[in-house]
Nanobody, 125 residues
Framework: QVQLVESGGGLVQAGGSLRLSCAASDRTVSTYAMGWFRQAPGKEREFVAAINWNGGDTAYADSVKGRFTLSKDNYKTVDLQMNSLRPEDTAVYYC???????????????????WGQGTQVTVSS
């Protein structure tokens, strides 16, 4: 069973930065496609960023392009660096993992069978 644990959420002022980390087993991070999604109160879950199994390709939602960066560090964590945060980035952020069947990042949440518990990110104006 794949287990994912997110950390790094918190409260930050608009324009600030946070770094979210998703910890998983050594084998998971190095062999699975992984992604971050978020869900704000009263809204549907939405795609944020994804990285392919070898860390060589990433994909981002238009709303976070140029501000967020996703990377695999030491094959044990997947980190989401979030800069220039905005109040509309406020949400619970979830890490997800899927066994890689291709070299592409996965932006469709339905393709991820494994999910973390989520970490709250609050951006004040």
């Amino acid at each position: 069973q794949v287990q994912l644990v997110e950390s790094g959420g918190g409260l930050v002022q608009a324009g600030g930065s946070l770094r979210l980390s998703c910890a998983a087993s050594d084998r998971t991070v190095s062999t699975y496609a992984m992604g971050w999604f978020r869900q704000a109160p009263g809204k549907e879950r939405e795609f944020v960023a994804a990285i392919n199994w070898n860390g060589g390709d990433t994909a981002y939602a238009d709303s976070v392009k140029g501000r967020f960066t996703l990377s695999k560090d030491n094959y044990k964590t997947v980190d989401l660096q979030m800069n220039s945060l905005r109040p509309e980035d406020t949400a619970v952020y979830y890490c997800a993992a899927a066994r890689a069947t291709s070299s592409r990042p996965i932006s469709d949440g339905h393709e991820y069978p494994y999910w973390g518990q989520g970490t709250q990110v609050t951006v004040s104006s």
